[in-house]
């Protein structure tokens, strides 16, 4: 082969490895990347209501107020150590509504990522320092933070809070990952230019293949046709420079490798086998996210026993006391307490249901004590659900997740019945409920991802087996 096909079909391998390499981060990585970008998002969520639960944050009133059109970090200047939870509770909401747009609203695609928005957004997720986020640190936001998480810590809200810092170490590592991967992208951006270059100007019927014994002719036959070629395109004279090294300098052949192994993509199939999925772990990780629910059922008990003693003092008249002497004396009971609620539905559908009181009250008594005895593997009840097969582990799961969503839309009605029917004079005593519900919310999702999860693998090993190939293939 001479010189000029030798040229030729180098530059075409180059071509060729940049679209491979294109392909796959808009396949593989860049969905990565949005992934873990929205596990980011549901972390920040969370630490936001247990921050606000314990009054460490104060949540920015204009949050919903702002227009976003572009990636930008919240403020950064000092404040006062008087104005941190007003200060932070404006820039973690800040920082999650920017969250929310990246994750909703930005194409994660090596077109639409160009190295400006990348510079964007590795400003952005440096906003906190997540693998650090100490009171000593010399950032004023991370600084701040890391006061508050410390106070956290010290809430007395134990598992909740136990599950915030383990999920804190898991999106400090994949905001990492995502970094890792922004650079990477960014400097396949220079590659992708250089491919460019080849692929308009160098492979165009109007370059000089002469020019390819020369460095200097090279360059400047590029410079010529750039204009012509890639109007749009500026000149970046150190990636010309490094076009001409891989085709004219006496290094060229090392230069060349190292270019092929910077765009080669792994082929999957020829990696090593993964270790195999524990899919009992994951749906009694399921069931440890069950025993957390104990905690929020709790609070939200002990808020609805205060509303009810609320609302049964408003019937407190002079006949009402007269109807309590006269079963006292004849030994009747009480009549039950039922409180007529507007249950709105998951479709939107709205009606009437009537809740008797105490047989509400006694079930969700009955749960706070069951999942409480789940959040301790060394349990009766967490060992003999752990000793159980995976299937009916997995429909006890799902069946619970009914059970608490139900739970959750009749909380909520009960809620807006409380502070509805109240008196103006009692109104400012109800306790709401709301942040107790986000949270309760937040849980039976990550429940139902573990459940989702676990049959995604189960059913793949289901049709491998189908299909007559075994895991250890």
């Known amino acids: 082969m001479d010189n000029a096909n030798q040229e030729e079909s180098f530059n075409a391998t180059v071509i060729k490895a940049i679209e491979n390499k294109t392909a796959w981060f808009d396949s593989t990585q860049l969905v990565h990347v949005q992934d873990r970008y929205r596990n980011h998002l549901v972390f920040i969520k969370n630490m936001f209501d247990l921050l606000q639960k314990r009054s460490l944050v104060i949540p920015d009133p204009y949050k919903n107020e702002r227009q976003i059109s572009k990636v930008t970090c919240p403020d950064e200047s000092p404040f006062n ?33 160009t190295t400006d928005k990348i510079k964007k957004l590795l400003e952005f997720n440096n906003s906190f320092v997540w693998s650090s986020l100490t009171a000593s640190s010399s950032r004023v936001n991370t600084r701040a933070l890391g006061i508050a998480l410390s106070e956290l810590k010290n809430s007395g809200l134990g598992m909740a809070v136990g599950m915030l810092f383990d999920g804190l170490e898991n999106t400090a590592h994949e905001m990492e990952d995502i970094n890792k991967a922004l650079k990477s992208l960014g400097n396949f951006h220079r590659e992708r230019y250089k491919g460019e270059i080849r692929k308009n100007i160098i492979a165009d019927k109007r370059f000089d293949s002469s ?24 000149v970046y004279q150190e990636l010309i420079q490094e076009i001409v090294d891989e085709e004219t300098a006496i290094s060229k052949e090392e230069l ?11 082929d999957k199939t020829k990696e090593a086998k993964a270790p195999a999925v524990d899919t009992h772990e994951i749906i009694m990780s399921a069931i440890r996210f069950l025993g957390s629910l104990a905690e929020q059922y709790n609070v939200v008990q002990q808020k609805i026993v205060v509303n009810h003693d609320i609302l049964q003092s408003e019937s407190n008249g002079f006949k009402d006391k007269l109807m309590k002497l006269i079963r006292r004396i004849f030994g009747l009971a009480d009549p039950q307490v039922e409180y007529q609620v507007s249950v709105t539905e998951r479709g939107g559908e709205q009606r009437k249901e009537i809740i008797n009181y105490s047989k509400f009250m006694e079930n969700l008594a009955k749960r706070i004590t069951y999942y409480g005895t789940l959040t301790e593997k060394n349990s009766p009840n967490y060992q003999k659900m752990n000793s159980q097969k995976d299937d009916f582990i997995f429909n006890f799961v799902s069946n619970q997740l009914t059970e608490n969503g139900r739970l959750h839309i009749k909380l909520t009605a009960l809620d807006d019945f409380f502070k509805a029917t109240a008196i103006p004079a009692d109104r400012a005593r109800i306790k709401g409920i709301k942040m107790e519900l986000t949270t309760l919310k937040n849980i039976l999702a990550k429940i139902n991802q573990c459940k989702g999860e676990y049959a995604a693998y189960v059913e793949e090993a289901e049709q491998m087996k189908k299909l007559g190939i075994k895991d250890n293939e």
Do not use: W
Not at 92 to 103: H, K, P
Not at 258 to 264: A, D, E, G, N, Q
């Open 81 to 113: 150590d008087n104005d941190r939870a007003q200060q932070l509770g404006i820039r973690l909401n800040d920082y999650e509504t920017m969250l929310d747009y990246i994750c909703n609203y930005m194409k994660f695609s090596v077109d639409q990522l």
């Open 211 to 234: 020019a390819l014994n020369d460095g200097s002719a090279l360059a400047a036959e590029i410079k010529r046709l750039l204009p012509i070629c890639m109007p749009k395109k500026p």
């Open 256 to 266: 060349r490798k190292k270019l092929l192994k910077r765009l080669h993509v792994e």
